[in-house]
C-alpha cells in the first residue's frame, strides 16, 4: 500500500536554505508532489516530479528524488518568513487509483 | 487563486443534520476529487469524479454522497453528521482523469456542535 512519511517541525533562520524531507513506500512507477498550506488557506501546488526523474528546479525551490531509498526532497534556498506554512509531500501511482496520498505535512518556522 | 471556488467557507451544524459542500472546478477541468483535513487523520481522500461518472473511490463513510452535474460542478453530501465529521473539505480539479496536476480550493471548514 501507499504511505507517505515527514517529519513534523523544521525551523530556520531568513536568509537560510530549508530542506523538507519524505520518504514514500508506492514501489511503482509515481508522481511526487510538495504542497503548501498557509494557515486558513487552500493547497498551493509547489511542484512534482516524476521517479524517473532525479531532480527540478523551479527559482528558489530545488526537489532532488533518491528512487532507490524513495526519499524526496524539497529544498527552499533564502528561505523568506513568508515561506512559513505546512509543506506536504503527496504521491499519486502511475497506475491503478489515481488520487492523491499525502504525508503529516512538516510545519516550516522561518525565524527573522 | 487556484481557479477552484468552493462554497461555503464555513458551516456550523448540529449533529444528525445534514448539509451540501458545493465545488466549481476550473474552466475545462473535467475531474473532481474530495478530500477531508481533520486533525487525527491528516488529509484523506474521499472520492473522484470524471465528467459526471464516479471514478475511484478512498475512505469514504457510507453518510456521505457526492455526485457531479453536467455544468462539471460537483456537490458533497454529509448526512447524519457526528462530531467527528468535524473537520476542512477541499475540492480539487485537473484537467484529465489522471490527475496530474491537481488544483485545490480553499475549502469548507465544516463544525459539527
Known amino acids: 500500500g501507499e504511505d507517505v512519511e515527514q517529519s513534523l517541525f523544521l525551523s530556520v533562520r531568513e536568509g537560510d536554505s530549508s530542506v523538507i524531507n519524505c520518504t514514500y513506500t508506492d514501489s511503482s512507477s509515481t508522481y511526487l508532489y510538495w504542497y503548501k498550506q498557509e494557515p486558513g488557506a487552500g493547497l498551493q501546488l509547489l511542484t512534482y516530479?516524476?521517479?524517473?526523474?532525479d531532480m527540478k528546479q523551479d527559482q528558489r525551490l530545488t526537489v532532488l528524488l533518491n528512487k532507490k531509498d524513495k526519499h524526496l526532497s524539497l529544498r527552499i534556498a533564502d528561505t523568506q518568513t513568508g515561506d512559513s506554512a505546512i509543506y506536504f509531500c503527496?504521491?499519486?501511482?502511475?497506475?491503478?487509483?489515481?488520487?492523491?496520498?499525502f504525508g503529516s505535512g512538516t510545519r516550516l518556522q522561518v525565524q527573522p | 487563486d487556484s481557479g477552484v471556488t468552493q462554497t461555503p467557507k464555513h458551516l456550523i451544524t448540529a449533529t444528525g443534520q445534514r448539509v451540501t459542500l458545493r465545488c466549481s472546478p476550473r474552466?475545462?477541468?473535467?475531474?473532481v476529487y474530495w478530500y477531508q483535513q481533520s486533525l487525527d487523520q491528516g488529509l484523506q481522500f474521499l472520492i473522484q469524479?470524471?465528467?459526471?461518472?464516479?471514478?475511484a473511490k478512498g475512505n469514504i463513510l457510507e453518510r456521505f454522497s457526492a455526485q457531479q452535474f453536467p455544468d462539471l460542478h460537483s456537490e458533497l453530501n454529509l448526512s447524519s453528521l457526528e462530531l467527528g465529521d468535524s473537520a476542512l473539505y477541499f475540492c480539487?480539479?485537473?484537467?484529465?482523469?489522471?490527475?496530474?496536476?491537481?488544483?485545490f480550493g480553499q475549502g469548507t471548514r465544516l463544525t459539527v456542535v
Open positions: 469524479y470524471y465528467n459526471g461518472e464516479e471514478r
Open positions: 474552466s475545462g477541468d473535467l475531474s
Open positions: 480539487a480539479s485537473s484537467a484529465d482523469t489522471r490527475g496530474t496536476e491537481a488544483f
Open positions: 516530479i516524476f521517479s524517473n526523474m
Open positions: 503527496a504521491e499519486i501511482p502511475d497506475t491503478g487509483r489515481r488520487a492523491l496520498t
